[in-house]
């Protein structure tokens, strides 16, 4: 799948400009594909995590009709056993995260973050990249502009990501571990290839 999408156009879903520009900023200038930003309106699907960004991609790449790349993020309070539904948090940002938890001692928590990609061929799968965070629930601390980052402290950090300087924060965050990723998958393509033409030579 890899080596079918270097050089190409890939459509990652976001109607946010904050979010394209911090993904660009994680993958640098070696990532052999152009994103570019489209929002699209996906369906709510249930079930799974995996699953529902399965669905999600393939409806999208239906949709544009090429390669997309979709993502989702979560974050999951350890005292509730995990939480994985942004939906359900988005009314309370951001002080009102801090303020859910209120009655727990255990403020403790994990971002997550899932990138679907597929090539727009229905009749191949869609590829998952995984990227995990721990931390803590905080009483909001910097700037509010990009949803809970102010609520969030990486364990090992007295900063927010939302005071964190953002080359600092893309190389820490769920986000930057599942790019991370994407990144390796597209790199062992590229060896891969490199290796078969070697072969054939």
Known sequence: MANS?????????TGNAKKLEEVIQILGDKF???????????????????????????EAARQVQGPVLV???????????????????SSHLPAGLHQLLAGFQDKSAYALCTF???????NEPVRLFKGRTSGQ?????????????????????EQ??????????????????????????????AGQHRWRRHIEA
């Open 5 to 13: 999408l270097v050089g190409k156009k890939i459509v990652f879903v």
């Open 160 to 189: 927010t990501y939302a005071e964190m300087p953002k080359a600092e924060k893309n190389t820490i965050s769920h986000r930057f571990r599942a790019l991370l990723e994407l990144q390796e998958y597209f790199e062992a393509g």
């Open 137 to 157: 629930i905080v009483v909001p601390r910097g700037s509010r502009d990009f949803g809970w980052d102010p609520c969030f402290q990486p364990d090992g950090y």
């Open 116 to 122: 679907a990609l597929s090539t727009g061929d229905p």
């Open 32 to 58: 052999p594909c152009t994103l570019v930003a489209q929002k699209i309106d996906l369906p709510e699907y249930q079930g799974e995590p995996d699953e529902i960004s399965i669905q999600k991609c393939k």
């Open 71 to 89: 993502e989702d993020t979560c974050l999951c309070f350890n005292a509730f056993g995990g939480l994985p539904e942004w939906a359900e948090l």
